[in-house]
């Protein structure tokens, strides 16, 4: 009846739109006084979930992110990506999905890259005759791939919480990621089919040549990333810094980012990261609670009463996490969530790499879907439409989103193949 009772508590904040973080944190506060438990419990366990290594890299993947952003890496790979692809009808369609994947390899934000690109793709779109839900809907849906492309942020904060390595979880989200591109591009392709008015842009060779000078050093920045995580020269964490101290360089050489910028560029940095370390801290004082109710222990119990099957426990996660995705952040959902589900999945031999990739992905696809989709109230905000147009667009590009995370459910081994032909 506790549990239940602190559960609805939350809910209802949550309704009422309170802050994630301040949603969990109230009534688990407020549990530990009614129980008589120290407040100073409570710092300990505030201290005890930021204090890890593995988390220090997710300030500094953050920085990466905001640096990539001002430096205006964004805009280079758009006038690239429309230098290849403009004369292919329905051109800009898969320039976004281009740009949004090229992009993702240096921001691990769906939300960050929804906004920065929106701005440039969808005016873009409507000038050459696409419908702006049409635009809204790929926009949308291509920001979905930076949270699952590493370097993610939801990955660092998974691996930390299950003790898995890091550069394996990147190297098993290179293929899903890549599969998720591909899927929208074949919707981009079916709905341009049926659009005879839409205006192709010009081809021009000089103009390939300039703009792959202008995007050659910013497509540096995944091989040094990613290439020394998985090479073995940096930790994630030593990664993250080296790929925020090159955006640093490139933005100084670019002359897009000046010192006196630099304020606004870390304050971005820490605000953001402050918002997902107090989601983290709350997030982790509420896991304490539920773990003292024995939550855990009742829920593995019902799960393993109702199947031993780790196919049929994948699909209930999968299931599981589109629902939470859709009204909690995908950090406290992952926070609360990873210490319950990984000795159930640990019992049925479900490899902890599928299973935190499925995971991502499946929350990810939250941000897309009412009644909380952080990426369709902020696709409303930027283009000033509203929520429910921004939805309408991307129904159609939810499905090969959902068909990837069945492919990560029946064929495992379709995300642990690279990890293990590393040796990782």
Partial sequence: MTVVLLLVTIGALLLLR?????????????YLVLTGASLGLA????????????????????????????????DRLFDFALALFGRVRGGLGYVTVGVSLGFSWMSGSAVA?????????????????????????????SALIAPVMPPSIPAVIYAGLAAV???ALFAASVAPALLMALGLCVVVFFWVRRQPEIVHTGFSWSKLAETSKRVAAPLLAPVIILGGILGGLFTPTEAAAVGAFYMLVLGFAYRTLK???????????VMTTAAIMLIVSSASILGYVLSRERVPQELSELVLGFTENATVFL??????????GTVV???????????????????LEVDPIVLGVLMILSLMIGLLTPPVGTVLYVLSSVMDVPVGEVFKGSLPFLVPLVLVCLLIIFVPEFVTWLPNQLGL
């Fill in 18 to 30: 309170v802050p994630v973080a301040f949603a969990f944190l109230g009534p688990a506060l407020a």
């Fill in 329 to 347: 952040d995908a950090t406290a959902v992952l926070v609360l969530v990873v210490p319950i589900l990984m000795p159930i999945a640990m019992r």
């Fill in 43 to 74: 710092m300990r366990l505030v201290t005890n979930s930021t204090a890890s290594f593995p988390l220090l890299a997710v300030p500094l993947f953050v920085l990466l992110g905001v640096m990539a952003n001002r430096a205006g890496i964004a």
């Fill in 315 to 324: 699909l209930l996660v999968a299931l599981l996490m589109l629902v939470l």
């Fill in 259 to 269: 010192l006196r910028d630099l304020p606004g560029v870390f304050a971005e940095a």
């Fill in 165 to 167: 390595s890091t550069g």
């Fill in 113 to 141: 890259d929804a906004a920065a690109l929106s701005k440039v793709e969808i005016p873009a779109m409507i000038r050459n005759g696409y419908e702006r839900t049409f635009g809204l809907g790929v926009v949308g849906s």
